[in-house]
């Protein structure tokens, strides 16, 4: 299998990246759960409205945007706008052999930026905050793919 086998460090390396980033997209879905339970609110649609075990007395007024619910939705959001490419371009940069020092800064780095793009979105930094760590990850990913690109020609 090339590359991929569990004796490869380098593969390894983006097992547990990518590992560690799955448990923050599924986690941060379950976050939005937790806080529409906590506030009875901030549901997403009109069906949400019909009584059930969790929801005994529905009102229309759980379907207004609640932020602090909506925080939540819009990190989950945005996560799965911007992890997957990782997981894409880390197997892409596994299959070339990347030095593994190279490939720990940049799969590691991109976990850290996440981790903190997360925290300062749910502390309600400022935009450019929030910016500068997306920037590192986007960076990061774009990195490992003409890396790629570049060894494969």
Request: neutral net charge.
């Amino acid at each position: 299998m090339g590359e991929f086998h569990l004796d490869n460090p380098v593969f390894v390396t983006w097992l547990i990246a990518t590992a560690l980033t799955v448990l923050k997209v599924m986690g941060q879905g379950w976050m939005t759960v937790y806080r529409m339970m906590k506030v009875g609110g901030g549901y997403a649609a009109p069906e949400d409205l019909r009584p059930g075990l969790i929801n005994k007395a529905p009102d229309p007024k759980q379907l207004e945007v609640n932020d602090y619910v909506d925080r939540s939705r819009r990190m989950h959001r945005n996560d799965l706008e911007n992890i997957p490419a990782f997981w894409a371009a880390g197997l892409i940069f596994v299959a070339v052999a990347p030095p593994l020092w190279l490939a720990q800064v940049l799969m590691y780095g991109f976990v850290v930026s996440r981790a903190a793009h997360a925290v300062a979105y749910a502390t309600a930094q400022s935009h450019e905050v929030r910016a500068t760590f997306y920037t590192v990850g986007s960076l990061i990913v774009m990195a490992m793919t003409l890396y790629a690109l570049v060894a494969m020609v």
